[in-house]
Every structure is written in C-alpha cells, then in structure tokens.
C-alpha cells in the first residue's frame, strides 16, 4: 500500500518542482520555451490517454467480444463532457490571454490562473487514482510498472507546468507566493487519486469506464486548451517537436514497464 500511495504523490512532485523554478530563475520561460513544454504535456497526455487508459480498458472488456468498445467509448465521451462542464461553470484565464472562461468572476487574476492550471490536473489525478485502482483491483491488466509508467509520465508534463504558472506570477506576488500558487494548483491530483482509490471496492465491472473516463478528460484538455496555446503565433513548430518528443516519451515508459 506505501508503495501506492507514494504512486500518487508522484505527479504532485512534479508540480511542486516545476513550481519550485520561482527560486532559481530571474524571468519567465521564453515563449519558445513555454510552446515546446505545452506541446511535450500534449505528447504525454495523448499517449497516455491510449496506452495505459483506452487500450487496458478494452482489453478488460474483451469478454464482450465485438462490443468491447462500448464502455471505453461511454467512459472516454462522459469524460469530455465532465471537462466541458467544468470548463463552463468554473472561471479561469489562460496563460497569454486577457479574456477570462466561464461565469463572470470578480476572482484575481493570479487566482484563475491557478483555476485553469488546477483544471488540468483534475483529470491526471484520476487517471492516476484509476490505474492503481486497476492494480488494487488484481484484474491483471494493471501491473505495478504499468501504473508508475502513468504517474512518472504525468510528473514529467507536470514539472514544466508548474513552472509555467509560477513564473509569471512572481513579480505580481513574490517568489513565495507564486510557488505557493503554482503547488495549490497541483494538489488535486493526489486528492483524485485518493478518491479513486477509495471507490476501487465499488468500481468493479465499471473499471474499463473508468479507465476511459479519464482519458477523454485528458484529451479534452488537450485539444481544448494545449494545443491552441502551444500552436498559436510563432514556433509552432517547436510544438509540434516538444508533441512528438513527450508522446514517445510516454509511449516508451509504457510499453517498456508496463
């Protein structure tokens, strides 16, 4: 169990980090920088999505012969519609834009920040929580390497991320509260975790929708947000190469321990 917890907490790590940047760098990432680290968490986040979500979901439905599909096709479209959700009734401001999402707010700005930063980790968090739960589960598809492939693959998006949202803030607050910021909007993922790991008795044949769920929640974050931010205005290219570097780099954490 000590194993699994620290599992979890792997992700979190990575936030704090990255977040930890507001002491050691005088300036914020360059925008090339800052596109090459969006477009590295869509690699991860898509591979991801597939290797140690959709296709162990399906895997676990193969019992259902040609309708193994059905429940990680539920699952993955119930998750981006649980994103979607969130996405409008939870104000939050994008890195780079003026204009605020969702309810109008009287919120600061550094808070929805945060929020939309914060909105990311949601569905990493469960991901996380859902491939240990596979694992507590003892179904077989799950192994241990398989879920610490996900957790590290999540930390590793994670660290730059934190950075990302530290660094422009810390001449609005100072270094302590920026790393403070930029922790706090981590710390979900360890609590989804959690909470999926408690309903792991209760998830039973619901699992391989689960497993899905969550990877339509990460997807969803994807499409929706990283890749515009990351293709927009110029090096777009070094996007495209960070995507590609962070989906073999994911690809290749699963499939060689899991």
């Not at 991901?127 to 999540?154: H, K, P, Y």
């Amino acid at each position: 169990m000590s194993s699994i917890l620290a599992g979890i907490m792997i992700p979190f790590i990575g936030t704090t980090a990255g977040a930890a940047c507001v002491f050691f760098l005088k300036n914020s990432l360059k925008a090339w920088v800052q596109k090459a680290f969006l477009g590295f968490a869509s690699g991860v986040m898509v591979a991801a999505s597939v290797w140690s979500l959709l296709i162990p979901a399906m895997n676990m439905s193969e019992g259902m012969g040609r309708l193994a599909f059905v429940p990680a096709a539920a699952g993955f479209s119930l998750g981006i519609a649980f994103l979607l959700l969130l996405d409008e009734f939870i104000p939050h401001l994008h890195i780079d834009t003026q204009e605020p999402e969702g309810p109008k707010s009287s919120l600061k700005k550094s808070t929805m920040l945060v929020l939309a930063v914060t909105l990311h980790n949601i569905p990493e968090g469960m991901a996380v929580g859902v491939a240990f739960a596979g694992l507590m589960s003892e179904n077989g598809t799950i192994t241990m390497a398989g879920a610490l492939a996900l957790s590290i693959g999540i930390a590793l998006q994670n660290f730059p991320e934190g950075a990302i949202i530290s660094l422009p803030l810390k001449e609005a607050v100072g270094k302590g509260k920026a790393f403070a910021y930029g922790t706090l909007s981590g710390i979900v993922e360890p609590l989804g975790a959690a909470l999926m790991l408690m309903l792991t008795d209760f998830l039973g044949p619901a699992l391989p929708g689960f497993l899905a769920f969550a990877a339509g929640a990460m997807i969803y974050v994807v499409v929706e947000e990283l890749i515009p931010e990351s293709a927009s205005g110029p090096h777009s290219n070094v996007a495209t190469i960070g995507f590609a570097l962070g989906f073999v780099a994911m690809m290749i954490l699963d499939v060689a321990l899991g």
